[in-house]
């Protein structure tokens, strides 16, 4: 890999921009409103699927109304033919009897279901309203956070845009392959560029093998890539090592 060291460079920029968005409780921010918003989309999906349920029962209850009335109507006609004198014969008013007593066995179960259809539907609208309720709290807390988050990235947007710039400066540098593998890489695993130190990858922690080691000291390499993970590895000399270490710590302080 060309350009190794602007490569590292690059991304020596990219954790500045995360550390100053760090400091200033950006990422945290960014963090709670994305947990926020799965929560959101879980309870929204959850809402719909009870609302789905509720509609279902609502229309077996209509269903169970609409039998109920063509039972009692029934029962009432039967009723009417038995008491009405007309029918004499024992066997023709035990079978009326018997349509009468079945219709209302009939007409207690339905009544029955429907009673467990208006439970259940009470307890889906109990639990649609208690959903809405938290879906709105969701959003007040997403509203304030984002204003919380607008702030803080105008506190920061000067420091950030000089940092943006120097990165836009190095990519004109970079070739356009080489920019583009970068920011593949950094969309799946971060960080794309570790240093050498002998024994594992920074990255992935994976141990290097013994010839991938011999390797890079034999032929005095500046840069290869993880057998594991497949990041890049750039050989800083002990000098230079040195120098970023106090570079650090002058940050610090």
């Known amino acids: 890999m060309k350009n190794i060291d602007m490569l590292w460079e690059l991304q020596q920029l990219d954790n500045k921009i995360i550390e100053i968005e760090k400091d200033a409780g950006i990422i945290d921010l960014k963090n709670d409103v994305a947990s926020y918003k799965e929560t959101y989309n879980k309870l929204l999906i959850s809402t719909k699927q009870i609302a789905e349920q509720y509609k279902e029962k609502d229309a077996q209850a209509t269903q169970l109304k609409l039998e109920i009335i063509d039972i009692t109507s029934k029962i009432a006609d039967t009723e009417e033919k038995l008491y009405a004198g007309e029918i004499t014969k024992p066997k023709a008013l035990s079978q009326l009897q018997k349509e009468i007593d079945d219709g209302k066995a009939l007409l207690e179960e339905n009544n029955k279901s429907l009673e467990l259809l208006r439970s259940e539907n009470f307890t889906y609208i109990k639990q649609i309203k208690r959903y809405k309720a938290k879906l709105e709290h969701i ?58 130190k002998e024994d594992s990858c920074e990255g992935c922690q994976m141990q290097f093998s013994m010839i991938f080691t011999q390797s890079i000291e034999k032929y005095n390499l500046k840069s290869c890539t993880c057998e594991n993970c497949g990041r890049l590895i750039i050989v800083i000399k002990e000098q230079e090592q040195e120098q970023e270490q106090e570079q650090e710590q002058e940050a610090q302080v």
């Not at 803080?152 to 190095?170: D, G, N």
């Not at 004109?172 to 920019?179: A, F, G, K, M, Q």
């Open 139 to 196: 959003k007040v807390k997403v509203n304030e956070c984002n204003n919380m988050l607008d702030e803080k990235m105008r506190s920061t947007e000067e420091e950030l845009a000089h940092i943006q710039m120097s990165i836009e400066a190095l990519k004109e540098s970079l070739l356009p392959d080489e920019v583009k593998f970068y920011y593949t890489k950094k969309a799946n695993i971060y960080p794309v560029v570790v240093p050498y």
